[in-house]
């Protein structure tokens, strides 16, 4: 199946351009960003002042929440606020249970947001048998409840979003897709369906879900199936429930990315659990980023393509001690450009000494390896630490391992009994080495490129990899230089994170000594890798951005949650704010919190609910007992 225009040459997917208001999505125009209020949409001072705030800061799309037919009618006024104040920004309706709500607000804003899984469908989280009589009978019903919001739309020149959300696909389409991507796209098919027989064509896509994944594959099969279908309907990208800080900002880098940097994308979401303004910033980085990429030298095409960009399928490769295999990614810190090296150096890679005790301490994030390049360490190094050598400098003493240029490895005869690692672009693919790399099982490959491009490079030498049979593991490295350390957390999180995601890749190594500090360094690159799912090394919080159906603070919350549970490597925990998003964008979770009154929090294991309406006060503690009922519970050092 075919889901962008080239594996090897940047291309935008084409799609129709629409116009949302004043701002065409789509088509020429460039990608655009968007954002969500978090203020209650009664409160027209509030949201207009917040959204004032976001419209400042680079969003070119302000959505509102509309759950009931007060805050629909209450668009008119808000919109009626900004006019006065010279903001003409789209507004968006996001709508999910009351069809009554949305077709008010498809008369006031220029574009609303509706859920397939919520909107006409049912979401009870019951196992059903549809034969398919009953699921044509329910395909109809749903085109009764939809038609008269399409027709409303099509009368009043309102563009709409049909959004899907993997945590809430109705129980009709789990009966018959489960939970899955392609669940996800079917979801939305049915409504672009219905819109085209009422030729109404205003109208983008949206496949999102907090795990990247998942929500990759979604829009691939998306766009695979429109081509299919003959659409081309402009996307709307987003990962759900991203979170907070670096964690957050790396996995929105590594979804929206990965996807814009394929050319699929017309707008852009960066969901955080923060103030919306803060979204912007971060949005731009990733755009920055892609824009970049455009203008790359060529790449020769790929004929036969071996890559999973559908499904996740990890490439096979040899075990060469801790590499590759079954084993996680690994993490390979750079010290080869530091004036001198001592044992405290080694705190930045999460190891610390104890003199008292003479020994180390190893962190849940501690690397695998570090490059000292031509470096002589007069001290004895933690055991589980990797060192790698320039070749020459590991001729000399013979201490751990070697990096070796294509051409050392090819003409020296003493290597490493153990581990050689061969520093190699995609133009050094020569005939030799992959005969040689075929039957040696210490090498691992050290991967670069100096091509505007690199995700695209890198990806093609992975198919001659796959395609020759060869099945040497390989380290994913970036060098970045002259970046600020946010736009390289952004950067560096797509580069390599559009790699891991479809399996591909036994390592990261990021080289940027003049852009951010070795102990940020080593975080970022565990934080791609769990980003990506392909090593967990932390907690990971499942949190919603906030929004005016948000019942308490999330923002609040959110720190007290982690204070208390940071050490639970592994451990997945959903926090949403209402209950519209929140049992099923935890699907992915866990243990979940989640807001379902005033005041008032009801838990979950899994998706199942375990305690209902405990008192705010009381739910971080409740959630503990939970999680320690469930045996994932340990104590802090």
């Given at each position: 199946?075919?889901y962008?225009n080239?594996?090897?040459?940047?291309?935008?997917?084409?799609?129709r351009?629409?116009?949302?208001?004043?701002v065409?999505?789509?088509?020429?125009?460039?990608?655009?960003?968007?954002s969500?209020?978090?203020?209650?949409?009664?409160?027209?001072?509030?949201?207009?002042?917040?959204?004032?705030?976001?419209?400042?800061?680079?969003?070119?799309?302000v959505?509102?929440?509309?759950?009931s037919?007060?805050?629909?009618?209450?668009?008119?006024?808000?919109?009626?606020?900004?006019l006065?104040?010279?903001?003409?920004?789209?507004?968006?309706a996001?709508?999910?249970?009351?069809?009554?709500?949305a077709?008010?607000?498809?008369?006031?804003?220029?574009?609303?947001?509706?859920?397939?899984?919520?909107y006409?469908?049912?979401?009870?989280?019951?196992?059903?048998e549809?034969?398919?009589?009953?699921?044509?009978?329910?395909?109809?019903?749903i085109?009764e409840?939809f038609?008269?919001l399409?027709?409303?739309?099509k009368?009043?020149?309102?563009?709409?979003?049909i959004?899907?959300?993997?945590?809430?696909?109705?129980?009709?389409?789990?009966?018959?897709?489960?939970?899955t991507?392609?669940?996800?796209?079917?979801?939305a098919?049915?409504?672009?369906r219905?819109?085209?027989?009422?030729?109404y064509?205003?109208?983008?896509?949206s496949?999102k879900?907090?795990n990247t994944?998942?929500?990759?594959?979604?829009?691939r099969?998306?766009?695979?199936?429109?081509?299919?279908e003959?659409m081309?309907?402009?996307?709307?990208?987003?990962?759900?429930?991203?979170?907070?800080?670096?964690d957050?900002?790396?996995?929105?880098?590594?979804?929206?990315?990965?996807?814009?940097?394929d050319?699929?994308?017309?707008?852009?979401?960066?969901?955080?659990?923060?103030a919306?303004?803060f979204?912007?910033?971060?949005a731009k980085?990733?755009?920055?980023?892609?824009n970049?990429?455009?203008?790359?030298?060529?790449?020769?095409s790929?004929?036969?393509?071996?890559?999973?960009?559908?499904d996740?399928?990890?490439?096979?490769?040899?075990?060469?001690?801790?590499?590759?295999?079954?084993?996680?990614?690994?993490?390979?810190g750079?010290f080869?450009?530091?004036?001198?090296i001592?044992?405290?150096?080694?705190?930045?890679?999460?190891?610390s000494?104890?003199?008292?005790?003479?020994?180390?301490?190893?962190?849940?994030?501690?690397?695998?390896?570090?490059f000292?390049?031509?470096h002589?360490?007069?001290?004895?190094?933690?055991?589980?630490?990797?060192?790698?050598?320039n070749?020459?400098k590991?001729?000399q003493?013979?201490?751990?391992?070697?990096?070796?240029?294509v051409?050392?490895?090819?003409?020296e005869?003493?290597?490493s009994?153990?581990?050689?690692?061969?520093y190699t672009?995609?133009?050094?693919?020569s005939?030799?080495?992959t005969?040689k790399?075929?039957?040696?099982?210490?090498?691992?490959?050290?991967?670069?490129?100096n091509?505007?491009n690199?995700?695209?490079e890198q990806?093609?030498?992975?198919?001659?990899?796959?395609?020759?049979?060869?099945?040497t593991?390989?380290?994913?490295?970036r060098?970045?230089?002259?970046?600020?350390?946010?736009?390289?957390?952004?950067s560096?999180?797509?580069?390599?994170g559009?790699?891991?995601i479809?399996?591909?890749?036994?390592g990261?190594f990021?080289?940027?000594?003049?852009?951010?500090s070795?102990?940020?360094?080593n975080?970022?690159?565990?934080?791609?890798?769990?980003?990506?799912?392909t090593?967990?090394s932390?907690?990971?919080?499942?949190?919603?951005?906030?929004c005016?159906r948000?019942?308490f603070?999330?923002q609040?919350?959110?720190?007290?949650?982690?204070?208390?549970?940071?050490?639970?490597?592994?451990v997945?925990?959903?926090?949403m704010?209402?209950?519209?998003?929140?049992?099923?964008e935890?699907?992915d979770?866990?243990?979940?919190?989640v807001?379902?009154?005033?005041?008032?929090?009801?838990?979950?294991?899994?998706?199942?609910v375990?305690e209902?309406?405990?008192?705010?006060?009381?739910?971080?503690?409740?959630?503990?007992?939970?999680?320690k009922?469930?045996?994932?519970?340990?104590?802090?050092?």
């Amino acid at each position: 199946m075919k889901y962008c225009n080239s594996l090897t040459k940047y291309s935008r997917f084409f799609t129709r351009e629409v116009m949302v208001g004043n701002v065409g999505i789509g088509g020429n125009n460039p990608i655009r960003i968007q954002s969500m209020t978090t203020t209650n949409t009664m409160d027209t001072e509030a949201t207009v002042n917040e959204s004032i705030r976001m419209i400042n800061a680079g969003c070119e799309l302000v959505r509102i929440t509309a759950p009931s037919r007060k805050e629909a009618e209450n668009l008119q006024n808000i919109k009626n606020e900004l006019l006065k104040r010279g903001y003409n920004t789209p507004l968006v309706a996001d709508i999910h249970y009351t069809p009554k709500a949305a077709e008010i607000a498809a008369k006031i804003v220029e574009k609303v947001r509706v859920n397939p899984g919520n909107y006409a469908d049912k979401k009870k989280f019951e196992e059903i048998e549809y034969t398919d009589d009953s699921y044509k009978i329910e395909l109809q019903r749903i085109k009764e409840k939809f038609t008269p919001l399409v027709k409303i739309c099509k009368k009043y020149g309102t563009a709409m979003r049909i959004g899907t959300n993997h945590g809430s696909l109705s129980d009709r389409i789990l009966s018959r897709y489960g939970d899955t991507p392609k669940g996800m796209v079917e979801s939305a098919m049915e409504f672009l369906r219905i819109c085209k027989d009422e030729n109404y064509l205003e109208i983008i896509i949206s496949m999102k879900a907090s795990n990247t994944r998942v929500m990759v594959q979604a829009y691939r099969l998306l766009v695979a199936e429109m081509i299919k279908e003959k659409m081309n309907f402009p996307l709307h990208l987003g990962v759900t429930e991203a979170g907070e800080g670096e964690d957050g900002r790396i996995k929105s880098a590594v979804g929206i990315g990965t996807l814009l940097a394929d050319g699929i994308g017309d707008t852009i979401r960066v969901s955080l659990t923060e103030a919306p303004e803060f979204e912007m910033p971060v949005a731009k980085k990733i755009i920055k980023h892609v824009n970049e990429i455009k203008n790359h030298q060529k790449i020769c095409s790929l004929i036969k393509n071996p890559l999973h960009s559908f499904d996740y399928k990890k490439r096979k490769t040899n075990t060469v001690m801790n590499i590759g295999g079954k084993n996680p990614p690994i993490v390979k810190g750079d010290f080869s450009l530091k004036k001198k090296i001592t044992p405290a150096s080694f705190f930045a890679l999460g190891y610390s000494y104890s003199i008292p005790l003479d020994k180390w301490h190893i962190s849940e994030m501690a690397a695998d390896y570090v490059f000292v390049g031509d470096h002589n360490l007069d001290f004895e190094v933690p055991g589980t630490l990797g060192v790698i050598y320039n070749y020459k400098k590991w001729i000399q003493d013979k201490k751990g391992y070697p990096l070796l240029t294509v051409n050392e490895y090819l003409k020296e005869k003493v290597k490493s009994e153990k581990i050689n690692m061969i520093y190699t672009c995609f133009s050094d693919l020569s005939q030799e080495l992959t005969n040689k790399l075929k039957t040696d099982k210490t090498a691992v490959l050290l991967i670069d490129t100096n091509n505007n491009n690199g995700i695209a490079e890198q990806r093609r030498l992975f198919a001659e990899l796959i395609n020759n049979k060869i099945k040497t593991p390989v380290v994913i490295g970036r060098t970045y230089q002259k970046m600020s350390e946010q736009q390289l957390q952004i950067s560096s999180s797509v580069d390599i994170g559009a790699l891991l995601i479809d399996g591909l890749g036994d390592g990261i190594f990021i080289s940027a000594s003049e852009c951010i500090s070795d102990q940020n360094n080593n975080s970022l690159s565990f934080g791609i890798l769990q980003a990506t799912r392909t090593r967990i090394s932390k907690t990971e919080y499942i949190s919603c951005p906030s929004c005016g159906r948000t019942l308490f603070d999330l923002q609040e919350t959110t720190a007290k949650i982690r204070k208390e549970t940071d050490h639970l490597k592994g451990v997945k925990i959903g926090i949403m704010g209402c209950i519209v998003n929140g049992p099923g964008e935890m699907a992915d979770a866990d243990y979940g919190y989640v807001g379902t009154g005033p005041g008032k929090i009801t838990l979950y294991k899994e998706k199942t609910v375990v305690e209902k309406n405990i008192a705010e006060t009381e739910a971080v503690n409740a959630l503990i007992n939970l999680i320690k009922k469930h045996g994932d519970w340990i104590e802090k050092n």
